[in-house]
Antibody, heavy 122, light 107 residues
Framework: QVQLVQSGAEVKKPGASVKVSCKASGYSFSNSDISWVRQAPGQGLEWMGWISPYNGKTIYAQELQGRLTMTTDTSTSTAYMELTSLTSDDTAMYYC???????????????WGQGTLVTVSS | AIQLTQSPSSLSASVGDRVTITCRASQGITSALAWYQQKPRKAPKLLIYDVSSLHSGVPSRFSGSGSGTDFTLTISSLQPEDFATYYCQQFNSYPITFGQGTRLEIK
């Protein structure tokens, strides 16, 4: 079955960077895009951006531009999300999700990874 | 960015009840709307896409409707496993946005 498995929880100090991985299985990795969504404690869902493993094209949420980098490694079917200059506001659960549908932005997300908790604390 | 406003923000209901959750968009989004269910400490799960298309494996008691700016998710007869938080999502244009969520609790 289609599955996304993310890397483990991270604790970072303010100003540091974090890189989260998302390993896909059960489908052709290059044929489906990946989105990242985060959720601060007790809050709603915030879309961060989208990447095409096929050609590496990305679209990032404007408020994260300059701090966010999404990449993929098709040889290992793994997507990565790196966020720099972390602050306490970046403390959240980070999810990757496979993008499904006819084409960007007309896409929905299924399935989602299990989530990676990133805690930013001094 | 397109804003999605869900109502109510929380809802108490009993097993067997019929429940409706509303999602209103700040501008027209044609049929580019999905619904997700999230249980505590779990990732969201897709329920409905394209306003009313039921995702594979989702029980038929879930249904979606609407167009333009006003959309609804209906659960025809609540089951114990349905108590969760529900989010709408628009994919008409970037940035993709979600509603703030509706928490469905047991009465």
């Amino acid at each position: 079955q289609v599955q996304l498995v993310q890397s483990g929880a991270e604790v970072k100090k303010p100003g540091a960077s974090v890189k989260v991985s998302c390993k896909a299985s059960g489908y052709s990795f290059s044929n489906s895009d990946i989105s990242w969504v985060r959720q601060a404690p007790g809050q709603g869902l915030e879309w961060m951006g989208w990447i095409s493993p096929y050609n590496g094209k990305t679209i990032y949420a404007q408020e994260l531009q300059g701090r966010l980098t999404m990449t993929t490694d098709t040889s290992t079917s793994t997507a990565y999300m790196e966020l720099t200059s972390l602050t306490s506001d970046d403390t959240a659960m980070y999810y990757c999700a496979r993008v499904v549908g006819p084409g960007p932005p007309y896409n929905w997300f299924d399935p989602w990874g299990q989530g990676t908790l990133v805690t930013v604390s001094s | 960015a397109i804003q999605l406003t869900q109502s109510p923000s929380s809802l108490s209901a009993s097993v067997g009840d019929r429940v409706t959750i509303t999602c209103r968009a700040s501008q027209g989004i044609t049929s580019a709307l999905a619904w997700y269910q999230q249980k505590p400490r779990k990732a969201p799960k897709l329920l409905i896409y394209d306003v009313s298309s039921l995702h594979s494996g989702v029980p038929s008691r879930f249904s979606g409707s609407g167009s333009g700016t006003d959309f609804t998710l209906t659960i025809s007869s609540l089951q114990p496993e349905d108590f969760a938080t529900y989010y709408c999502q628009q994919f008409n244009s970037y940035p993709i946005t979600f509603g703030q969520g509706t928490r469905l609790e047991i009465k």
